[in-house]
T-cell receptor, first 114, second 114 residues
Framework: EADIYQTPRYLVIGTGKKITLECSQT?????MYWYQQDPGMELHLIHY???????EKGDLSSESTVSRIRTEHFPLTLESARPSHTSQYLC?????????????FGSGTRLTVV | KNQVEQSPQSLIILEGKNCTLQ??????????LRWYKQDTGRGPVSLTI?????NTKSNGRYTATLDADTKQSSLHITASQLSDSASYIC?????????????FGRGTQLTVWP
C-alpha cells in the first residue's frame, strides 16, 4: 500500500473558487512532485520540490502554486478555479532524483470545475 | 514529438491469453526505464525498473525486456486476468540533469475480457 496520500479523491467545484489539493507522505522523502494528467495523455510535471522551503515549476505551465513547509506535506493551490483546470492531479515522492529508489505516486485527485 | 512512444494505444484480449506491449524511446543519456500499471482513477503503481545493464526483469506474470542499443522495451503479460485491465505506462529517466527528468509515454489501455 502506497505511503503517499492525496485528498480529496474527487472534487467538483464552481468557477472562481479557491481550492487546495492535499498531498502527504510518510516515507521521509525529500523530493516531491505534482503531475497533471488528462485522459489518454502522458503525465506532465507542473511542480516539484527538493525539500523544505524549496519549490520549482515543472515543464507544463500551470496557474497553480505549491508550498513545502514540512517535509511530509506538499499542497497544491488554485486561487481561482476555471474549467480549463479540470484534470487529474497526481502527487509523487522519491528518495532521490528522477527514478531513484522509492518513486511512489499517490492515488490522485480528479478535479472538475463547472 | 514525445520521446517515449508506446504501442498499441489500446488492446483487448481474452482472459488467460498472453500479450506484449511495446515502448520505443529516444531519451538520451539513458538512466533507467520503468513500467507502471495505472488503474482507472488511480495513481500509477510500479511494476518493474531496469537500468542500462539489465535486459530483462520479472514481477510475477509481468516480464519486461530492454534493448538499450535499439532503445526498445516490451512488457509481456502471461495468463492475463480480469484485474490486468488497466493502462500500462512506460517511463524513461535521463541522467542529463540534476532532476533526473522523467519522460512518460501515453500508455497502452489493456482490456481483458472474460
Amino acid at each position: 500500500e502506497a505511503d503517499i496520500y492525496q485528498t480529496p479523491r474527487y472534487l467538483v467545484i464552481g468557477t472562481g473558487k479557491k481550492i487546495t489539493l492535499e498531498c502527504s507522505q510518510t516515507m521521509g522523502h525529500d523530493k516531491m512532485y505534482w503531475y497533471q494528467q488528462d485522459p489518454g495523455m502522458e503525465l506532465h510535471l507542473i511542480h516539484y520540490s527538493y525539500g523544505v522551503n524549496s519549490t520549482e515549476k515543472g515543464d507544463l505551465s500551470s496557474e497553480s502554486t505549491v508550498s513545502r513547509i514540512r517535509t511530509e506535506h506538499f499542497p497544491l493551490t488554485l486561487e481561482s478555479a476555471r474549467p480549463s483546470h479540470t484534470s487529474q492531479y497526481l502527487c509523487a515522492s522519491s528518495e532521490s532524483y528522477g527514478m531513484g529508489n522509492g518513486y511512489t505516486f499517490g492515488s490522485g485527485t480528479r478535479l472538475t470545475v463547472v | 514529438k514525445n520521446q517515449v512512444e508506446q504501442s498499441p494505444q489500446s488492446l483487448i484480449i481474452l482472459e488467460g491469453k498472453n500479450c506484449t506491449l511495446q515502448c520505443n524511446y529516444t531519451v538520451s543519456p539513458f538512466s533507467n526505464l520503468r513500467w507502471y500499471k495505472q488503474d482507472t482513477g488511480r495513481g500509477p503503481v510500479s511494476l518493474t525498473i531496469m537500468t542500462f545493464s539489465e535486459n530483462t526483469k520479472s514481477n510475477g506474470r509481468y516480464t519486461a525486456t530492454l534493448d538499450a542499443d535499439t532503445k526498445q522495451s516490451s512488457l509481456h503479460i502471461t495468463a492475463s486476468q480480469l484485474s490486468d485491465s488497466a493502462s500500462y505506462i512506460c517511463v524513461v529517466s535521463d541522467r542529463g540533469s540534476t532532476l533526473g527528468r522523467l519522460y512518460f509515454g501515453r500508455g497502452t489501455q489493456l482490456t481483458v475480457w472474460p
